[in-house]
């Protein structure tokens, strides 16, 4: 038999519900359905319930029979098949009710988005109140009412926007801007590691600690912290992972753009010193301060670094903590945006963003999306309201 299985939440936590489908694997024949909805929970322990349901699905109405589990959550998959570690509480009491009702030697398969459309139908489904609890197949080899009816996506914009629906699963990129130094407020240039390095502020360390708060909904997807290893990006680092309990890995790719003779000093202080170099780094993509990088040579390091995180972490999700120019050039990039789209976007600090990159299946070349931008921790707490990252 094949379990699919599949939740959601509206709000993260918030109104919740899942599916689950019993399936002959023989002939893709729908044994039997369940939806049900959950009250006030979170999109994973949606999903859990959802793996829980399916497979007393299979003990109820296929006694006996070998079960695969097919999801398109990566975090439940793998925490199943013991390759994560099962952090939450919710999470370890759904986990031991799965492995307790799962028949011996079941497997956890994930799938794209697309090929468990069925699962989260039923979900939604019920979430709308259209339907509530287990249909079962009137006689063997007949389908439960509405099987075999293609799901359309909600709207032509998820379609475009879900390359999740190809083969393999995305790396996901949370992007974090440090929080707010001395020289952020004075609005002075702050270089990477070659120039001066100001710690945080106490704003700024109070920033990172709304960002870190905000994340935690996160916690269980995320393999790892990865931060600049500039002061105030790693002090900013280090406050998101003591809250998520995770490392931190320092990437130099990543680090700010080198201002050379204009660090520390505002732009008034630039102009009024060196007009002409100040003009032709703003005309001249490939220009730089004197002593400094030009965003051709910054945008050249920053996508080594990329190439890097996407080899060590594929698959996952990883929050990045960097800074303005690094993360407009990431963002630039996922887009095929030209480099001078850089001066055309705002990032407050301690901002946050996301990017997904995607191997192409006929190339292998890595393409990005962007599923979030600027986005600050006050006011806005659900990350994962869509259920789809």
Known sequence: MVVEADGGSRGNPGPAAYGAVLRDAATGAVIAEDARTLGIATNNVAEYCGLVAGLQLAVDHAPGASVEVRMDSKLVV???????????????????????????????????????????????????????????????????????????????????????????????????????????????????????????????????????????????????????????????????????????????????????????????????????RLDAWFADMASAPPGGESFVAVRERVLAGLDRLLTEHAGRTVVLVSHVTPIKTLVAHALDAPLETLFRMELAPAAVSVLAFYADPRTGEQKGSMRFFNALAPGRRTLRDTGRW
Request: zero cysteines; hydrophobic letters at 35%.
């Open 78 to 276: 793998e925490q199943m098949s013991g390759r994560w570690k099962i952090k939450h509480a919710d999470m370890r009491t759904l986990a031991a009710e799965a492995a307790a009702i799962a028949p011996a030697g079941t497997t956890y398969t994930w799938v794209p988005r697309a090929e468990n459309s069925h699962a989260d139908r039923l979900a939604n489904e019920a979430l709308d109140g259209v339907r509530e609890g287990v249909t079962v197949a009137d006689s063997p080899g007949s389908s439960v009412p509405g099987d075999g009816i293609p799901d359309e996506p909600e709207s032509a914009a998820e379609e475009a926007s879900s390359p999740s629906t190809g083969p393999g699963q995305p790396t996901t990129i949370v992007l974090v801007r440090h929080g707010v130094t001395p020289h952020t407020t004075g609005r002075r240039f702050s270089g990477g590691l070659g120039g001066d390095n100001p710690s945080l502020s106490d704003e700024g360390r109070a920033q990172a600690a709304e960002v870190a708060a905000w994340l935690t909904e996160l916690r269980e997807s995320i393999d790892v912290v990865v931060a600049s290893p500039v002061r105030r990006t790693r002090e900013t680092a280090d406050i998101i992972a003591a809250e998520l309990g995770l490392p931190v890995a320092e990437e130099p790719g990543f680090a700010e753009m080198e201002f050379g003779e204009w660090d520390g000093l505002t732009f008034t202080e630039v102009a009024e010193r060196d007009r002409a």
